[in-house]
Every structure is written in structure tokens, then in C-alpha cells.
Nanobody, 122 residues
Framework: QVQLVESGGGSVQAGGSLRLSCAASGRTWSNLIMGWFRQAPGKEREFVGTIGWSSGRTNYADSVKGRFVIYRDNAKNTVYLQMNSLKPEDTAVYYC???????????????WGRGTQVTVSS
């Protein structure tokens, strides 16, 4: 299974941008789907978006559509989450995970990283 490590979190003012990275420690496979999820204190893990590792096909939550972009660098075994026009409600710990199916449910993903904190202030 793929081992994942998130990085790139930090504190930013509303309207700012931040890029998160999800680095895989080993090789990936063609039908792997990488997902970004986020979790605020006391809340359930929430879907952000997914990307097909091989195809580059993407899917986004309505709450981030038009603001966030997911892309990958296969040579670096890394998936990125570019976050623009950030809002205070985007504040959460952001996680990446892997799946073999297109899904918006965190229950269908595994190999979670430890997460990276994103804080957006007004």
C-alpha cells in the first residue's frame, strides 16, 4: 500500500492562497485515485476533491469548486492541492488518502497521512 505524507499547511488571511502537497513514499499504480479531505475539530472528515493518478480526471466538492485545484506530478509521486480565495470556513486539518474507486466518502479511502493544518483568518 501507498504511504502518504501531507505538507504545506500554514496560516493565511482570507482571500489568500496556499498549496498543499501529498507525497507518496513508493510507486503508485494506474487505477489509483487520490483524495483530499479535511477535518475541523469536533466535525467529521469532509470530502474536498479527488484526482485519478493516471488519467488526471478530477472531482470537487461544491464548497471548493472554482477555488481549489488538484493536480499531480507523477515523476515526483506527489499530488497537490492548490487553494485560492481561502475562507475562514476552510480552516481544518487536511488529509490525503488513496482509493481504488471514485467516491466522496472517507470510508472508501485508506493509507491516510498524518494531515497538515490550514488556518484562515478574517
Amino acid at each position: 500500500q501507498v504511504q502518504l505524507v501531507e505538507s504545506g499547511g500554514g496560516s493565511v488571511q482570507a482571500g489568500g492562497s496556499l498549496r498543499l502537497s501529498c507525497a507518496a513514499s513508493g510507486r503508485t499504480w494506474s487505477n489509483l485515485i487520490m483524495g483530499w479531505f479535511r477535518q475541523a475539530p469536533g466535525k467529521e472528515r469532509e470530502f474536498v476533491g479527488t484526482i485519478g493518478w493516471s488519467s488526471g480526471r478530477t472531482n470537487y466538492a461544491d464548497s471548493v469548486k472554482g477555488r481549489f485545484v488538484i493536480y499531480r506530478d507523477n515523476a515526483k509521486n506527489t499530488v497537490y492541492l492548490q487553494m485560492n480565495s481561502l475562507k475562514p470556513e476552510d480552516t481544518a486539518v487536511y488529509y490525503c488518502g488513496g482509493s481504488t474507486d471514485w467516491s466522496t466518502s472517507p470510508a472508501n479511502f485508506g493509507s491516510w497521512g498524518r494531515g497538515t493544518q490550514v488556518t484562515v483568518s478574517s
